[in-house]
């Protein structure tokens, strides 16, 4: 869910370092750790998107400490800047066009047939969370946490809590656990009212008729079962759902109307009051997201180790995705190889639409042009390389790939001549050190 021209991508780099860095299940013989030690994982990651897009730094460091076997407190710190330039929704054209900064005191422009990119995109963010793990009793294990996320223009404050039942003598656990944040936007220029005209400058009306700010919230549930099946497999099932509400249109992005009427200007940006008309996009008010994952993982004699997972959503923004990841690690004395291979594919939100007609875009209740939420299909292809030293502690890397396709109406006239779903690349490095 795009927030703010920063937060989404903010999410999904915290996302990837998390998976990077961290191990769900670890491995089928992992040690078990020491009592009454602190247990550190630190890791930086690079993160760079092809055409001059957004770049970002991010360092994390994840410190456990260890009471007992079960009984466990982690402290995590991540912080990330961002830069770069990241597309504005608008539609490519013919023309040279010019766009308002998000605060209205500037402005950028794009070339005739460039991909209309924001470029003043940047931010930095900081974010502490904490969690608390312990025993009830031999059956019944409990965690509680919470998390604060911060950048210049949002504010993310969570709670979560999970409660794990182990049955056959613990070869199964149940698991539930939920999530509850609560977010404030406060978008450069104040909140546009969804699906009105952008204005020119700051001086334009429109900007004095702003909020401040918005707010959200989110409720997180998710019901897992994890079976182990015998000494060397064990696997994972999940069913997730989540409820947001509130304010979950991105301030920051537009959407071009086109001009659909015989002439010479058919397929072009239509002109409004003698300028292109552009108009802030609008998301509904609330979202029900479901999922369903599996994953499985498996210890070969050699100790050798494959992990596959799949996972379906599906929405009431009507988004379906299909996601399937696949890792196996190569095992040498005190060295390891794992490359991965992911597949992503997902349906375009009900309201999507690359651009809005100049004949009916007045009668549009939603309406957003980003990229993240059409039809695309992404591949990721990544190897990592990890060294446990005698001292058991480990220096691992991560070097991945990344790959975007998106796809869906070509346009008309002026328009068709235009690339309205150009591709993305991106590359990874992961540098990590556990102590």
């Known amino acids: 869910m795009a927030v703010t021209k920063t937060t989404q991508k903010n999410q999904d780099l915290a996302r990837l370092l998390t998976a990077a860095s961290c191990a769900l299940i670890g491995s089928l013989s992992a040690s078990v750790n020491a009592a009454d030690n602190w247990d550190v994982d630190s890791a930086f990651l690079l993160y760079s998107e092809s055409d001059g897009r957004v770049?970002?730094?991010?360092?994390?460091?994840?410190?456990?400490?260890?009471?007992?076997?079960?009984?466990?407190?982690?402290?995590?710190?991540?912080a990330d800047t961002l830069t770069g330039a990241s597309p504005n929704g608008a539609t490519p054209s013919d023309q040279i066009q010019t766009f308002t900064s998000p605060s209205g005191k500037g402005s950028y422009a794009a070339t005739a047939g460039e991909q209309p990119l924001d470029d003043t995109f940047k931010d930095t963010r900081i974010a502490l969370s904490s969690n608390w793990s312990a025993p009830i009793d031999r059956d019944w294990a409990y965690g509680v946490g919470g998390y604060l996320s911060k950048e210049h223009d949002y504010q993310s404050l969570g709670l979560n809590g999970n409660l794990s039942r182990?049955?056959?003598?613990?070869?199964?656990?149940?698991?539930?656990?939920?999530?509850?944040?609560?977010?404030?936007?406060?978008?450069?220029?104040?909140?546009?009212?969804?699906?009105?005209?952008?204005?020119?400058?700051?001086?334009?009306?429109?900007?004095?008729?702003?909020?401040?700010?918005?707010?959200?919230?989110?409720?997180?549930?998710?019901?897992?079962?994890?079976?182990?099946?015998?000494r060397k497999t064990i696997m994972q099932f999940n069913y997730a759902l989540s409820t947001s509400s509130g304010y979950l249109t991105d301030p920051y992005k537009i959407i071009s109307v086109i001009d659909d009427s015989a002439g010479s200007n058919y397929g072009g940006n239509y002109q409004s009051s003698g300028r292109?008309?552009?108009?802030?996009?609008?998301?509904?008010?609330?979202?029900?997201?479901?999922?369903?994952?599996?994953?499985?993982?498996?210890?070969?004699?050699?100790?050798?180790?494959?992990?596959?997972?799949?996972?379906?959503?599906?929405?009431?923004?009507?988004?379906?995705?299909?996601?399937?990841?696949?890792?196996?690690?190569?095992?040498?004395?005190?060295?390891?190889?794992?490359?991965?291979?992911?597949?992503?594919?997902?349906?375009?939100?009900?309201?999507?639409?690359?651009?809005?007609?100049?004949?009916?875009?007045?009668?549009?209740?939603?309406?957003?042009?980003?990229?993240?939420?059409?039809?695309?299909?992404?591949y990721t292809i990544g190897l990592k390389y990890g060294y446990q030293f005698a001292d058991e502690t480990e220096f691992y890397t991560r070097f991945s790939l990344y790959h975007q396709e998106s796809s869906g109406d070509k346009g008309y006239g002026k328009l068709a001549t235009q690339e309205l779903y150009p591709g993305l690349d991106a590359a990874m490095l992961i540098v990590g050190y556990k102590f």
């Open 55 to 78: 770049s970002a730094a991010e360092p994390v460091i994840s410190a456990t400490k260890n009471y007992d076997e079960e009984t466990k407190l982690n402290i995590k710190l991540a």
């Open 166 to 230: 182990y049955l056959n003598q613990k070869n199964t656990t149940l698991t539930l656990g939920v999530n509850l944040s609560s977010d404030s936007i406060n978008p450069e220029g104040g909140v546009a009212t969804g699906l009105v005209q952008v204005p020119l400058s700051s001086s334009d009306s429109e900007f004095t008729q702003r909020t401040d700010s918005e707010n959200k919230s989110l409720v997180d549930a998710v019901f897992g079962v994890t079976q182990v099946i015998n």
């Open 276 to 378: 292109n008309l552009y108009l802030y996009e609008k998301r509904p008010d609330s979202r029900l997201k479901q999922s369903l994952y599996w994953q499985t993982k498996y210890q070969f004699d050699n100790n050798d180790i494959l992990d596959v997972s799949y996972r379906y959503m599906f929405d009431d923004w009507g988004v379906n995705s299909h996601t399937i990841d696949a890792k196996y690690r190569f095992r040498f004395d005190n060295q390891y190889l794992e490359p991965q291979l992911r597949w992503y594919t997902q349906s375009k939100a009900d309201f999507y639409h690359r651009y809005l007609n100049s004949s009916d875009y007045s009668s549009a209740e939603f309406a957003s042009a980003d990229y993240r939420l059409g039809d695309l299909d992404t």
